[in-house]
């Protein structure tokens, strides 16, 4: 009862009323966070329906192997986030300590990743401005949009990675209970939106004019 207690938070009566109103919060803030990304979406359709020859040209200079890479490692992640909600459900705290450390040893290395493929885009003046590399100034929108919705989806990433590192040492210091914790499923929404953002980026900046 104790523990419980611990979990039940201000104005809540009930966990079970608590864990239904902050699903129901955080469903209303991913679809809010769709919206802003969908609007990206929609600006980089708008160009590439304008411009769709060169939008090839500029998706072939982008590199592969490491936009590959970092889907397969977010992938794992959203798995070991999957296996940590359903280990907290099923009141498996060491299974679920360790989930949750995989999932952000696996997001560290996402943006890991991510900082090698900028530093050569740089190097390879891919950059919008004075000294870009491509001709074609619809070029400069492709990687313009690149760098915006990629840096985007790399601070939400970031802000994943706080909090589930949060919930895993408060869970392995037992600070929290983590069965019936309304943060884990609530974090595990999140983490799955973050990946799901990426699942769309990956085709319309890395396989544009490979298929």
Same mark, same amino acid.
């Given at each position: 009862?104790? &523990?419980?207690?611990?979990? +039940?938070?201000?104005?809540?009566?009930?966990?079970?009323?608590?864990?239904?109103?902050?699903?129901?919060?955080?469903?209303?803030?991913?679809?809010?966070?769709?919206?802003?990304?969908?609007?990206?979406?929609?600006?980089?359709?708008?160009?590439?329906?304008?411009?769709?020859?060169?939008? =090839? =040209? *500029?998706?072939?200079?982008?590199?592969?192997?490491?936009?590959?890479?970092?889907?397969?490692?977010?992938?794992?992640?959203?798995?070991?986030?999957?296996?940590? *909600?359903?280990? *907290?459900?099923?009141?498996?705290?060491?299974?679920?300590?360790?989930?949750?450390?995989?999932?952000?040893?696996?997001?560290?290395?996402?943006?890991?990743?991510?900082?090698?493929?900028? &530093?050569?885009? =740089?190097?390879?003046? +891919?950059?919008?401005?004075?000294?870009?590399?491509?001709?074609?100034?619809?070029?400069?929108?492709?990687?313009?949009?690149?760098?915006?919705?990629?840096?985007?989806? &790399?601070?939400?990433?970031?802000?994943?990675?706080?909090?589930?590192?949060?919930?895993?040492?408060?869970?392995?210091?037992?600070?929290?209970?983590?069965?019936?914790?309304?943060?884990?499923?609530?974090?595990?929404?999140?983490?799955?939106?973050?990946?799901?953002?990426?699942? =769309?980026?990956?085709?319309?900046?890395?396989?544009?004019?490979?298929?």
């Amino acid at each position: 009862m104790i &523990a419980r207690a611990k979990i +039940l938070q201000p104005p809540w009566k009930e966990i079970s009323r608590q864990r239904e109103g902050a699903t129901f919060g955080i469903w209303v803030f991913l679809a809010s966070e769709m919206l802003f990304f969908g609007s990206l979406l929609l600006l980089y359709t708008a160009y590439r329906v304008a411009n769709p020859d060169v939008f =090839i =040209i *500029a998706g072939r200079e982008t590199d592969i192997w490491y936009g590959t890479v970092n889907t397969a490692v977010l992938m794992t992640s959203s798995l070991t986030m999957a296996v940590a *909600a359903q280990a *907290a459900e099923a009141d498996m705290r060491r299974l679920t300590i360790w989930c949750l450390g995989a999932t952000v040893i696996l997001g560290l290395m996402f943006l890991v990743f991510k900082g090698f493929e900028y &530093a050569e885009d =740089i190097k390879k003046n +891919l950059v919008p401005g004075a000294n870009f590399a491509l001709k074609p100034p619809a070029a400069q929108i492709f990687f313009a949009l690149y760098w915006i919705m990629t840096a985007i989806h &790399a601070i939400h990433l970031s802000i994943g990675l706080g909090l589930v590192g949060r919930l895993a040492i408060s869970g392995a210091l037992r600070r929290v209970q983590l069965r019936e914790n309304p943060q884990v499923e609530v974090t595990a929404l999140y983490w799955h939106l973050v990946d799901v953002i990426w699942i =769309i980026l990956y085709p319309l900046i890395y396989l544009m004019g490979r298929s």
